[in-house]
């Protein structure tokens, strides 16, 4: 026996013409839209998506290396890969420096004649036991490790130059393309205090002997030297002036 409750159901969105005039004689509510499912979007993938600056200064030296097969059609990023890796030679090379290191007489040619052209050297002559000399020292460790791109070495007075006299010591020679550009003799060179940012200042009088490696020009370090003296200075008068008020 026939099930007379079945009722048939069309297509899902389909419409018959009945229905269809019955709409337009607003007698039935207006047809809604059919369902539509959203447009495919694969999953993103990292291998294809646009290269720029960031995504080659997140890559190690040896990445770099890996994907130079993979750059050759790039331009841009064979360019900026070049780039990289100088930057990182450069830093490596900066970390060579950081202190004041000790050298002997068969030393000074290859560590101060042969430095590399772009690098400055100062080199302290000193005698041991000397109170100036270890004053200067103490200064220049600082400097040392506050511009590691300027190499800071020290010899023995008398390894360097024979005879020289202990009355010429703290002595400072300061080289570059290895030849002498500047020579400071005696404490008294550097003022009444002898100071790591007086020093920094005579050291650069007219030459841009420091480098940080970092503050990407010479007058950077210039400014920036002149500010940490007047800041010292500074501090010391509040001090003085502290203690003069505390003993009245």
């Not at 290269?51 to 190690?60: F, G, H, L, Y």
């Not at 007489?105 to 041991?128: M, T």
């Not at 009355?167 to 550009?181: F, I, S, W």
Request: proline share 8%; with cysteine.
């Amino acid at each position: 026996m026939a099930d007379y409750h079945f009722v048939y159901k069309d297509v899902e969105g389909a419409s018959t013409q009945w229905d269809d005039i019955q709409r337009k004689l607003g007698n039935l509510p207006p047809k809604p839209p059919a369902l539509k499912p959203p447009p495919f979007e694969p999953a993103p993938d990292p291998d294809s998506a646009p290269k720029d600056k960031s995504w080659v200064d997140a890559k190690t030296e040896d990445e770099l290396d890996e994907l130079e097969d993979d750059l050759d059609d790039d331009r841009f990023l064979e360019e900026y890969r070049k780039k990289r890796l100088a930057e990182m030679k450069e830093a490596a090379k900066v970390s060579k420096y950081g202190s004041v290191m000790q050298i002997s007489g068969s030393d000074f040619v290859r560590e101060v004649s042969q430095a590399p052209q772009d690098v400055w050297v100062v080199v302290f002559l000193y005698k041991e036991g000397s109170p100036e000399c270890g004053l200067l020292l103490r200064c220049l460790d600082e400097l040392a490790i506050k511009y590691p791109a300027t190499k800071f070495v020290k010899i023995i007075s008398t390894e360097c130059i024979p005879n020289y006299p202990d009355h010429n010591l703290p002595t400072l020679l300061v080289y570059h393309n290895g030849a002498v550009k500047a020579n400071y003799v005696s404490l008294h060179s550097f003022g009444r205090r002898c100071t790591p940012e007086g020093v920094a200042l005579v050291l650069c009088k007219s030459d841009p002997v420091l480098n940080d490696g970092q503050s990407g020009s010479e007058q950077a370090v210039l400014e920036g030297i002149r500010r940490q003296f007047i800041e010292k200075v500074v501090t010391e008068h509040e001090d003085d002036d502290e203690g003069g008020s505390s003993s009245d």
